[in-house]
């Protein structure tokens, strides 16, 4: 009884290492967009033009992907070639669920990089704006095309 007892400890400490780590990468690695999207979908829906997004913007970015309606996480981790951790909670971290913000038709997300580090990561509504394009930097003009539906391009 005895042996078995410690074969269940060492079990119960295993798991909590491997928990313990795996919830440390998590924190490393997950993204903060506090207030971001409302402060995007307000930049876009004041129809300024040109928008200069280097200005726009209050957090650091070198580079931003767009990616439409039903686009899979494997693309996405396969286009933006960065480490991401989605926004969702740990258990579905843990056991390795999937990110699928984009099966609604209306749906798009924006995802900024620094440095090779994902730094915000949105979903907004095509309703909100829209933007056509699918690469974005911070030296990048986008002017508006459509002032009612807020659709921007690259100028």
């Known amino acids: 009884m005895n042996k ?3 074969i269940i400890l060492v079990a119960f400490m295993l798991i909590f290492a491997f928990t313990t780590y795996k919830y440390v990468i998590f924190k490393i690695h997950q993204v903060d967009n506090g207030s971001s999207k409302q402060q995007l979908v307000q930049k876009f829906r004041s ?3 040109p928008l200069i997004l280097q200005d726009a913007f209050s957090f650091e970015w070198t580079e931003a992907y767009i990616f439409g309606a039903y686009t899979n996480a494997e693309h996405i981790r396969e286009t933006i070639k960065a480490k991401r951790i989605p926004q969702y909670s740990f258990m579905e971290y843990l056991i390795g669920a999937d990110d699928y913000s984009l ?3 209306g749906k798009r997300k924006i995802i900024f990089i620094h440095e090779d580090r994902v730094v915000k990561d949105l979903v907004f509504n095509r309703a909100d704006f829209n933007i056509k394009e699918s690469h974005l930097s911070p030296s990048d ?3 508006l095309v459509d002032a009612k539906s807020h659709i921007y391009m690259k100028e």
């Open 4 to 6: 078995v007892k410690q």
């Open 141 to 143: 003009r986008l002017i």
């Open 47 to 49: 129809d300024e033009s």
């Open 103 to 105: 099966l609604d038709d």
